[in-house]
Every structure is written in C-alpha cells, then in structure tokens.
C-alpha cells in the first residue's frame, strides 16, 4: 500500500487529507449530549438494550440474543430451577443449566454478564452528562431519574446472579476494576432507585418507561431479598396504596396483547409494534421459545414456533383442579387446521400467546413482564408474614390465589406460609424468569430442584449447596480483569 500513497503524493494531492477519517456514520462524544433531543436519545438508547437484538449491528456479541429480557436471561433461570427443561439441540449452554453442569464457560452467563453492563455503561453516561445539558429541568431530571433506574435494575440482577461484582458508576471506569461487595452494591441500588421515586406515576409518561410505581416496587423486591421485610412491606404498600394498579379479572388477560402497558403491568419490556410503547425490536422470543414445532406443522397460519424450552410434569401436574391458570399457562395437546387433536409428548408454555390478535404465534408481539402487580402483592403477602402480621399477610395472599380461581386460606404458620408463596409464585410467574431468584432466596433450592428433576436426569444432579446460589463468573471476563473474585467450586 506504500506505493498508493506515494503516488498521491506525487500527483499533488493532500497525504493529509487522504488518512483523515471522515465518520459520518459515528457521533462524537464531544459534540453530542448538547440538546433535549441529544438526552432523550441517550436514554432511549439505554432501553433499546433491555429487549433488542444485536442493536448495533456487529455486536455487542454477534449472533447471540443480545437484549437483557429478549430470551436469554429468563430462560437461564428458569432452566436452573424445578421450572423448566431444555429441548434445543445442540445448545449445551441450556442443557447445562438444566442439569446444574455449569461452569465459567458457559456462553449464557457470558451474555448474561455483558449486556447488563453494556446498559449500565449506556446509563452512567447519560447520568453523567445529561446533567449539563441546557433544556426543560423537568424533562432533564426525569430522564436522569429513568437512567438511575435502570442502572439499579441491572445491579440488583447482577448482584444476585454473581455476587460480588464490579460497581461501576462512572462513564469513565478503571479498565480492571475490583469487586465490590454485595453490601456496597445493594446501598447504591437503593440510592438510585429511591431516586427514581421522584418519577411521574404510570399512566402520566409514555408507556414502557420507569415510573414512580416501577421503582416502589422494585425497592419492595429489594428489600424482601436483603432481608429487610419492614421496609420490603412499606415499599410494596406505597404501590398498592397509589391505587394505579390492579389485577385483571382472568389471568389470561394479563397476556393479551390489547392489555399491553395495562393495570397489571408495573414495568414491562416492549416488542412488536411499538404502539406508542418504549419498542426498538419487532418481535421477541416467547412464542418462538415456548411453544411446540408441532403447532407450526400443524396449522397453516403459524410459523416459526420451536420449542426450545419446556415444562417439568412435576410443574404441570402440581396445579389444583381449581386453578385456571393451568389451561392458560400450558399446551399438551393442540388441533390442526382439520381439527384433528394432536397430543403432544412434552408440556409446553402458551400464555405469551394472543391466538386470536396474533395466529401466526411466532411473531411474539407481547411485553417481557418484568414486574406485575401480582408480584407486589406477593411480596408484601411475604413480608408481612416474616414481620408476623398473618392477618394481612392472608389478604394479599387470597387476592392471587382468588383471581387463579383458588379458595381463600388462613395460614397462621411461618413456614407454612412461606411454602404457600413459593407455590403461587411458582405458578404465577412460570416463564417469567423469577424461579432460580426465589429459590435461592429462600434457601430451598436443592430440596425443590431435586423433588422435581431427579426422575428427568437418572444419571443424577448434583448436591446443591449455597456454592450454587451465585453463578460462576465468566471465565472470559476473568481472563482480562484477575481483579475479579475467584469463583465458588462445584
């Protein structure tokens, strides 16, 4: 290439001016943050991350489903609980999550690790520079607020994930940065989340953004996973007092798509249209996931649904008689375009999808639910019973177990009780990416994995002890950063 450039030269023409890049297709740090439009942006982007697939074009990591809620981090915990089960061939990550053979390798906790700090990369930035931006002081606060709360978000699944990690709130962080402990973490996820309370309540913002509720909430989850159920039930009830949320009358209306950004829906990631939503992603993976390649062989109009993931029958066969959420959680039989009905030997998730609005299925046009009311109600009924208040702790309670179709209890027992949220929590948010959360958090993990996993793995499941209540670090990462902890042994 030497004698290109010489030749340039030779013909008079600038050597300069011939090396000088022209980036048109990049924005300069230096010139951006400057306007309204730049701050908006700047956390818009900071969604974009939480459901869209490679946004960037080439990466963050190509090829992988790169989005925090587009697939891959609540399939992670859902496979390593007593929930589910992998059917998708040739990913040895999933199988190893189901069957608890996991190591630093593997390639979902990777992602898992890389996206969350990508967002809370893009959130440091904006609430470091959107500050000094000249604009609406209303706008500017509540876009910071947004950040903040986002960036709390991402630790609190970080720091439950992994344990200790890196806490970095800077735009510019050290390249090799130490662990931080899981005290220090947890003080700024409260730091930044009471500060997301100053943000409007749902319903006065465009839906698919934090508010108010969504960062009362998130406190309440906090809080009952520190342990501090005191402050879990104040927060919780600051939700339920503002009275901007409900339970739908049938719990399959949570999932129907015209109930998008409804009054169950306290935070939600947005796919599909948009309408009017926080949406960067056209579709995302439930229905993709979740429902069987049976159904898009056998129905005309449906394609592309895989089956990638399953239900243990110890789930499937534990529900009530009475319990409605059953028929709409589950498909174990399907009819084709003739209406011949098909049986189908594996259990399968349906409630993503909207059949009437959406017959295709593989287009899961739905909201990932990160936070429904029916959780908040579960975690004040959780809170109250560990403060002793059995009376209260009922009445929300017997508000999930009515709208499933169950009959009201009155459970005066400690352990009892928490058995019974562990049951309804199990059922009420199956497919939802809370069950490995839940499991570790009450210590019940080895006991309920192996009464339902056992029999699916003859060859055995190891014994799981609290090494198994982290995930390892990705040993990707540990390679560039020795400053990071050593992780727990298997």
């Excluded at 409804?262 to 935070?267: D, H, L, Q, T």
Aim: include cysteine; hydrophobic fraction near 40%; aromatic fraction near 10%.
């Amino acid at each position: 290439m030497l004698w290109v450039l010489a030749a340039c030269c030779l013909l008079n023409l600038s050597c300069t001016d011939f090396l000088t890049e022209n980036p048109k297709n990049r924005i300069d740090q230096n010139t951006y943050y400057k306007t309204e439009q730049d701050a908006i942006a700047a956390v818009n982007a900071i969604y974009a991350y939480l459901g869209a697939y490679n946004l960037d074009g080439g990466g963050p990591f190509p090829g992988n489903t790169a989005g925090v809620y587009h697939s891959t981090f609540w399939v992670t915990t859902e496979l390593a609980s007593d929930n589910m089960l992998n059917n998708q061939l040739g990913a040895l990550g999933n199988d190893q999550l189901a069957n608890f053979s996991y190591n630093s390798q593997n390639e979902n906790l990777l992602e898992i690790w890389r996206i969350q700090y990508k967002v809370i990369t893009l959130a440091n930035v904006a609430i470091s520079r959107i500050p000094a931006i000249e604009m609406n002081t209303a706008l500017r606060d509540r876009l910071v607020n947004e950040a903040k709360f986002l960036r709390g978000l991402m630790y609190f699944n970080l720091t439950r994930l992994y344990k200790n990690v890196p806490l970095l709130l800077e735009e510019n962080a050290a390249l090799k940065p130490e662990a931080a402990t899981q005290e220090a973490i947890y003080a700024q996820i409260i730091l930044d989340l009471q500060d997301a309370e100053a943000l409007p309540a749902d319903g006065q913002t465009e839906e698919g953004r934090a508010t108010q509720g969504a960062a009362q909430a998130l406190l309440a989850k906090v809080y009952l996973t520190k342990g501090d159920h005191a402050q879990a039930a104040i927060y919780a009830q600051k939700v339920i007092d503002s009275k901007v949320y409900a339970l739908w009358d049938d719990y399959a209306d949570a999932f129907k798509l015209k109930n998008r950004g409804g009054k169950e829906a306290v935070f939600s990631v947005s796919f599909g249209d948009g309408g009017g939503k926080i949406s960067f992603w056209e579709v995302g993976q439930f229905n993709v996931r979740l429902l069987p390649v049976e159904l898009s062989n056998a129905r005309s109009q449906v394609s592309n649904t895989q089956g990638w993931q399953t239900v243990t029958p110890h789930l499937y066969n534990s529900y009530h008689a009475d319990d409605k959420r059953k028929a709409a959680t589950y498909l174990s039989e399907i009819t084709d375009d003739n209406g011949n009905v098909i049986k189908l030997s594996k259990i399968y998730i349906k409630k993503y999808w909207d059949e009437a609005e959406d017959p295709t299925a593989g287009g899961s046009y739905n909201d990932f639910p990160v936070i429904r009311y029916s959780d908040v109600l579960l975690t004040m009924a959780e809170a109250k019973a560990h403060t002793g208040d059995f009376a209260a702790a009922n009445i929300f309670l017997n508000q999930v177990r009515t709208r499933a179709g169950l009959s009201a209890v009155n459970i005066s027992s400690a352990e009892n009780f928490l058995n019974e949220i562990m049951d309804q929590r199990r059922k009420e948010f199956i497919g939802e990416g809370h069950r490995w959360f839940d499991l570790v958090r009450t210590g019940k993990l080895n006991a309920l994995v192996q009464a339902a996993k056992a029999s699916e793995y003859p060859a055995g499941l190891p014994q799981l002890n609290e090494n198994y209540y982290q995930f390892p670090i990705p040993q990707t990462e540990r390679d560039v950063n020795p400053n990071l902890p050593q992780n727990p042994g298997y």
